[in-house]
Every structure is written in C-alpha cells, then in structure tokens.
C-alpha cells in the first residue's frame, strides 16, 4: 500500500505537467497513405512509457490531422471509444458537418497500446469477451481466464501497467503540447466519454470546449459498467423483439414483442438442456446469449440473430446466418489492459459466482455473462487509483445522449452530468436509441453552435 500511494502521489504531480519530450520534440507529418487523400496526415509523438518516470522508456503516440480548410480557431481532438479502438483514421471517417472541418484542424490517435502507438499483444488467437455463465463449468472459466491474465503478463509485462486512462489522458496533453495549443476542443464517444472525463479533471486549464457522447459513468468503471450491460440488454432486447414482429411472415419469432421474447426464452431453455450442431457448429444456450449483444441497436445484428433463431427452432429452413467476426487479438488486449489496469477488480472467484448466480435470476437476456469471472480478477494492482470525477475545474462540458442507448445507459450520462460542474449541460434525445448521437441528435445545432462559438445553453435540453 505505500508504494501504491507513492506511485499514485507521484502520477497526480506529474498529470499537471507536459514531460519535456512531449512538449519540445517538433512533429514531422507526412502523407498517411497514397490511398488517403492528401490532406490526411499522420505523424508520431513521443512520450514515456511511465510518467514516474519521464526519463525513462519512450514509446511512439500515433496521431493524424486534416487542417481547417477555412477560419481556423484551433483543434478539436477525437476519440471513438472502446477502451481497446484506434482512433487514427477519425479525421476522414467521422462525419461532422462541414463546418466544424472549416474552422477546426480535426485530429485523430491511436491510444497507447492500440494500432500504431506501441501495439500491445496477449498472444490470444481469439481475443476475450465476457463469458457466458455456466455453473457446472465455473471452475473452468476460473482456470481459463486466469491463464489468459497470465498468458499476458508473460507476453508483456513491460507495457500492461501503463495502458491506463489517465497516462491516454496524459498522451492527450503530451498531443497539445506537441501541436503547439494552449488548449484543446475534444470529441469522445463511449469510452471517450470516460478519457474526455478524466482529462479535463487532470487538465482542466488545458481544456477549450468539450462533447462527451454516449457517456460513460465514472464511477463504474470498470467491472460496474460491464455489469449494467446485463440490464440494458433486457431493453435492447425488446427493440430486436419489436423489429422481428413487424417482420413475422419472414421470420416467424412471433408477431409481438411478448410472442418473441417467449420464443427466445424458449429457445435458449431448450438448447441450455439439449444443445443444436449445425454445419459442425455446436450452439447452446449460452452461445446464443453471446451472440445476441448488441440487438436492437444495429440492423445488420438483428438479421443475423433472427436468421440463427429461424435456424435453431428450423434446422431444416435455410437462411443464411452471417459470421460474427472474433476480436482483433490488440483490441482485446488494450480494452483489457485498460479495464484491469485503471480499477481493481475483486480477487475472490466466490464473489463472481454469487454475482453470476443472482444475475442469471435477474437477467434472462444476458444471464449471469456480465457478471462472470474475469481475466481482470487475476491482474496486479493497479499503478495508482482510478480518477475521481469530482469537483472538475473544466470551463465548459457538453454532454450529448440517447435515452434508450444500451451501450452506454442513460443512468450512467445522468450520474456524470451531476459529476460535472454547474457551467456543462446535458443534451438528451427522448426516444432515441443509437449509440454514438452526434451527428444525428436533435439538439445537432447546440452540439455545432458550442464546437464554433463556444454558446451553451441556458439549461439542460430534452428534445424528441
């Protein structure tokens, strides 16, 4: 515990200062690609690997730009959220309205650990996600995620305790200080919710106007906000069972949101007793529970959970089931990292399986998946402590959010707006329920007017 406190202590002093590197070292860019239009640039910053230990080991922060093709009045730095995604190709990929392009140079970055900046590396062939709960095979998963923590660590044990949000925040500062800004605008969706969090309360001074989008509750990061996925999967869930109704003569789930709902729960109590080999694919229940993140919000998933339902209840129908692609082995691990490295996780197995079997009672959607053991049980202690989002000196925030976002709940913006000081607001859609809001909100004029001219509104704004 002291050399906790000392590490933390010494982190906190230097997440107020820009390390010498980061700050003198000019940036060379150059073209990203020839396949890349001409105005996308790319470049490297470099920073320390340990910010206790800024003479140390330097690792490479890949960042990108395309300059203001009018009036400029500064940068606005991007974030897509994860933790464990590349933000590098978000200054030609992100879709703002082209006057925010006009008059802000847009810069994108690979987080440490991710893509280009030092990528991290477990070894796993097939990433990690959370696994669906099994009781009778809970001793397994103990053993097969504790392996895969250790499997990390042996593969590199020299980067793991350093992808954490606060050093990505204090990669963030080292990128303004590099770019030769005062300040910076930031935009983070999801995840970058949390980064954008933690960096105007690290930096406050150093930070212009701020999105957060799809937000992030601080407080639960991590293991909390894996959980709550389990409630909102339930809401998901209903918006997939109200599309597949409407869509009863292809599918035949069921033509209500009850009828397709018992038709899942039917189909999931079956195969939990007597397992389906389609094409050499073995599907229980809990295979499909996996499978089944992420309806409602996205229609390309609810085909595909339709298909392998209409499939399971109908071996003998074709339809075609589309592939789920596994996780890029980096992505897993850098979300991992992070997830285990900026919180301590519970270290006592028997605590994740009362959690999974209370879960499984609670949440017929996802069981007790959410709940279920971690590779993060099995992780060291974190470096230093995770940042409290408590009495933020930022001079603006805005918070833009969908009320019926599964990702990243609407209780989770509600917590973090009441985080945040009386001068940010919140933008809430009623009704809608995408992840990632901005471009595509209602309130998308408040969003543009606060990026250009810095104007809040007077209050926090509900809108259909």
């Not at 006057?99 to 990690?128: K, M, N």
């Not at 020299?158 to 992808?163: A, F, S």
């Not at 109704?245 to 789930?253: D, I, K, M, N, W």
């Not at 930022?394 to 599964?406: G, H, M, P, R, W």
């Amino acid at each position: 515990m002291r050399r906790l406190g000392t590490v933390a202590l010494v982190g906190l002093l230097l997440g107020l200062a820009v390390t010498p590197v980061a700050a003198t070292t000019a940036i060379e860019w150059r073209r990203c690609s020839p396949d890349e239009p001409a105005n996308f640039e790319c470049a490297e910053v470099q920073v320390p690997l340990d910010y206790a230990d800024p003479s140390g080991r330097k690792i490479d922060i890949a960042i990108s730009r395309v300059k203001a093709t009018g009036d400029r009045r500064g940068v606005l730095v991007m974030n897509p959220g994860g933790p464990g995604s590349a933000g590098l190709d978000m200054p030609v990929t992100k879709q703002f309205p082209p006057e925010i392009g006009q008059h802000y140079d847009l810069v994108g970055f690979d987080p440490r650990g991710i893509g280009a900046s030092s990528p991290v590396t477990c070894g796993l062939e097939r990433g990690w996600s959370p696994i669906p709960f099994e009781r009778a095979k809970f001793d397994e998963h103990v053993a097969q995620t504790k392996a895969i923590a250790d499997q990390c660590w042996a593969t590199q044990p020299d980067l793991l305790p350093h992808l954490t949000t606060r050093n990505t925040a204090r990669d963030l500062d080292a990128i303004r200080a590099a770019l030769g800004e005062p300040r910076i605008s930031y935009y983070g969706i999801s995840y970058g919710t949390y980064l954008g969090a933690v960096y105007t309360q690290l930096f406050p001074r150093r930070a212009e106007r701020i999105v957060l989008d799809s937000n992030v509750d601080p407080d639960r990061a991590w293991r909390g906000m894996v959980q709550i996925w389990a409630v909102f999967a339930e809401r998901a869930f209903d918006l997939f069972a109200d599309w597949a109704a409407v869509r009863q003569e292809t599918y035949g789930l069921g033509g209500s949101v009850d009828e397709v709902r018992n038709t899942f729960r039917g189909l999931l109590n079956n195969l939990d007793r007597h397992p389906v080999t389609i094409e050499g694919e073995t599907y229980d229940g809990n295979r499909v529970r996996l499978f089944a993140r992420g309806v409602g919000q996205r229609e390309t998933k609810n085909l595909e959970l339709a298909a392998l339902m209409r499939k399971l209840l109908d071996p003998e129908r074709t339809i075609t089931v589309a592939a789920a692609e596994p996780p890029a082995d980096n992505r897993a691990a850098g979300s991992l990292a992070v997830m285990c490295g900026d919180a301590r996780w519970p270290i006592d197995p028997a605590q994740y399986l009362r959690d999974a079997l209370r879960d499984t009672q609670r949440y017929p959607m996802m069981g007790g998946q959410t709940s279920n053991i971690s590779p993060c049980a099995f992780w060291p202690n974190p470096v230093e402590p995770r940042t409290r989002i408590r009495d933020n000196q930022a001079e603006s925030i805005l918070l833009v959010q969908n009320e019926y976002d599964t990702q990243t709940p609407l209780e989770g913006a509600a917590h973090l707006r009441e985080l945040l000081p009386d001068n940010s607001r919140m933008l809430l859609a009623q009704g809608a329920w995408r992840h990632g809001a901005y471009p595509g909100h209602c309130a998308d004029d408040t969003v543009t007017r606060y990026l250009l001219d810095g104007e809040l509104p007077a209050q926090d704004v509900i809108c259909s």
